[in-house]
């Protein structure tokens, strides 16, 4: 430290000291007020004092270290340079770079970027990981992709763990492969490894009591979306290029707006769901997470092709025939999402009209959005109760206290309310089915960019409503359903991607697809 000015090397050494104690209180107060602070690491970029303090406050302390080297540049009058090495008494070393200014007569960080020591395995986002875990056929049109599977689904020698380490204990080791796990593989993908999901796949926030909270690989900061977390994660952070998922309410559509991805929600019932940990089997629908339109078409193209697969039956759209270049927007959902989000899914529809490839928009109504929610969370309510109910009885406590209150909940439901509220779906799915004849939704995928993980919890169970308000009418009526990340909007973490999703006719997923890369093009353009 040669050369510093006593001062700063006072100031350095406090928020060293700090940062081993975890003392929130004084990291804030050696952060510059203000929205131009910035912070940076490996998860992204965080600008504003605010958001970096409210990322810190759920990170914890900081593994014990050593400062090894510490180099000094003054930048300018007041304005300083600091790079230093730390070693981990863990083992590893990490690096800071930050700026410093003299104000007020004190000195404070500007600017912060981390390298953190080189981790293994991120145990937020795997359960157990290989390279791969398992070998798929060598040649294949999915040859050379990586696969993130869900732990919901049966890969032999393997059990599954429903994201719950109670579960997973008292769980067999599989005999057989899920077909949705075995198509991917005899397509020449390999799998990476098994993702971490939400307890029993009953959440869209994406956060996990027993392992921790996949980071989002888009906003620093922020929930991931679930339950499909794990998968959704591992594809955002280039650690697999598809993520093998399921979607009840919205749990491959959610995580995919929250953290800027494809996401491809199947028809109910197209691929089978043997080897799938049910939730709610009349809603349970397996889907895919990808990067980018091209790869997701890829996986499309195989999975549910009559030749590509011994799973599925449907092959509308694999001989070319497409979906018509129409659109509807649902009044009500397009209502229920935020102001920043309708700003900017308007903007998209002007690109949209201004394109050289205009589709014709049209709107309609689908009728209140409580009248879906509410008969489908009774009725998804009481088969998740017939799935798990025995298994949540013989271990009391062993579930988080937001998935254990959705199961009391669950719990609770009579055959009666069951009864009425599957004749109250029945005419709303038939309104759907009837909409899609000819034309395809198109809609917001979310109410707005993914909350803060530091988010008050009455305001992420706010949020999760508001979501599923968007998302249960494709869920009800068992339609395919694919989220592209069309959208950006300013959220509390910053601009945060949100999707924008298009609903289309049962067994059209594969035009769906192409059909959802042609509106990206045309947008883009």
Known sequence: ?????????????????????????????????????????????LVGHDSISAFRSTRGGVAARTMERVEYRPLAEDVALLVSVSRFDGGGRGLQTQVWQRQDGTWRITAAHVTPRATGIDRTVWRTIGDPLWQGAWEGPLEGLTVAVKDLFAIKGYRIGAGNPTFLDSARAETTTAPAVADLLRGGASLRGIARTDEFAYSIAGD??????????????????GSSSGPATAVATGQAEIGLATDTAGSVRVPASYQGLWGLRTTHDLVPRQGMLPLAQSFDTVGWLTRDGQTMQRVADWCLSYDGSDSTESVYGASGVDLPWRFVVPDEIVAAADADTRRA?????????????????????????DDYLTPFRTVQAAEAWRNNGAWLREHPGACGSAVAARFR????????????????????????????????????TAPGPAPSR????????????????????????????????????????????????????????????????????????
């Open 454 to 525: 530091t988010a008050d919890p009455a305001a992420v169970d706010a949020a999760r409503t508001a979501t599923l308000r968007m998302t249960a009418p494709a869920a009800v009526a068992g339609l395919p359903a694919i989220s592209v990340p069309l959208l950006r909007v300013r959220g509390a973490l910053g601009d945060a991607p949100v999707g924008v999703c298009l609903v289309s006719a049962p067994g059209t997923d594969i035009a769906l697809v192409r059909l959802a890369r042609r509106l990206a093009d045309a947008v883009a353009a």
């Open 345 to 369: 899914f308007d903007e998209l529809l002007g690109r949209l009209a201004a394109s050289t490839d205009p589709a014709h928009v049209g709107t309609a109504p689908i009728g209140d959005l």
């Open 409 to 444: 909940a669950a719990a609770e439901v009579t055959p009666a309310q069951e009864t009425t509220a599957r004749a109250a779906l029945a005419p709303l799915r038939a309104r759907l089915e009837a909409l899609v004849v000819d034309t395809v939704l198109l809609l917001p």
């Open 208 to 225: 996990n009591p027993h392992y921790g909270t996949p980071p989002n690989g888009a906003v620093a900061g922020a929930l991931p979306g």
């Open 1 to 45: 430290m040669s050369g510093i000015p006593d001062d700063l090397r006072r100031a350095f050494e406090a928020y060293e000291r700090a940062i081993l104690a975890n003392d929130l209180d004084a990291l804030d107060a050696a952060f510059a007020p203000g929205a131009d602070t910035m912070r940076g690491d490996a998860a992204g970029l």
